[in-house]
Antibody, heavy 121, light 103 residues
């Protein structure tokens, strides 16, 4: 069975950095594009970033562009999110999700359990 | 940009009730609108993909349909385990969620 396991969430001061990881197992990681989606406390789901199967293409929400970097290591079946210049409004549970489909026609069939990032002094 | 409006934001229902949740898009678009269920403290779970396709393992009381710009998630007979928050998703956009709680 497919499993996605996030790690790396922590309490960090404003302006700080953090790297999240998402370890995949149970299927061929390299054939799927991957996304990061976050959820602020008590709020809805928000797209953060996406990366193509081989890492050639990356996408970012305007709210994180220039501060976050998404990457992947298919040899390690792992997705990453390098987060910098963190702000209090980045506080959220961060989920990795596996994308099925292409273009504008896709869905997320597997999600990790989430990792909590708290930005506070 | 396509706008998406999910309604209602919350509803109270009883076990056995029929429940409908709607996402309306601002224009006719891809049919790949998807529905997720999220229970407190848990990750979202895919229920319906491409408007009306039931994800493997999801009970058949869940169904999805589309009419023009209106996408609907229906729970035919609400069960105790269905009390949760439901989200629609189209591309990079998620609806604001519908919390279903016990009447």
């Amino acid at each position: 069975e497919v499993q996605l396991v996030e790690s790396g969430g922590d309490l960090v001061q404003p302006g700080g950095s953090l790297r999240l990881s998402c370890a995949a197992s149970g299927d061929t990681f390299s054939v799927y594009a991957m996304h990061w989606v976050r959820q602020a406390p008590g709020k809805g789901l928000e797209y953060v970033s996406a990366i193509s199967r081989n890492g050639d293409y990356t996408y970012y929400a305007d709210s994180v562009k220039g501060r976050f970097i998404i990457s992947r290591d298919n040899s390690k079946n792992t997705l990453y999110l390098q987060m910098g210049s963190l702000r209090p409004d980045d506080t959220a549970v961060y989920y990795c999700a596996r994308k099925v489909g292409s273009g504008d026609s896709y869905y997320f069939d597997y999600w990790g359990q989430g990792t909590l990032v708290t930005v506070s002094s | 940009d396509i706008q998406m409006t999910q309604s209602p934001s919350s509803l109270s229902a009883s076990v056995g009730d029929r429940v409908t949740i709607t996402c309306r898009t601002s224009q006719i678009t891809s049919s790949y609108l998807n529905w997720y269920q999220q229970k407190a403290g848990k990750a979202p779970k895919l229920l319906i993909f491409a408007a009306s396709n039931l994800q493997s393992g999801v009970p058949s009381r869940f169904s999805g349909s589309v009419s023009g710009t209106d996408f609907t998630l229906t729970i035919s007979s609400l069960q105790p385990e269905d009390f949760a928050t439901y989200y629609c998703q189209l591309g990079l956009t998620f609806g604001r969620g519908t919390k279903v709680d016990i009447k």
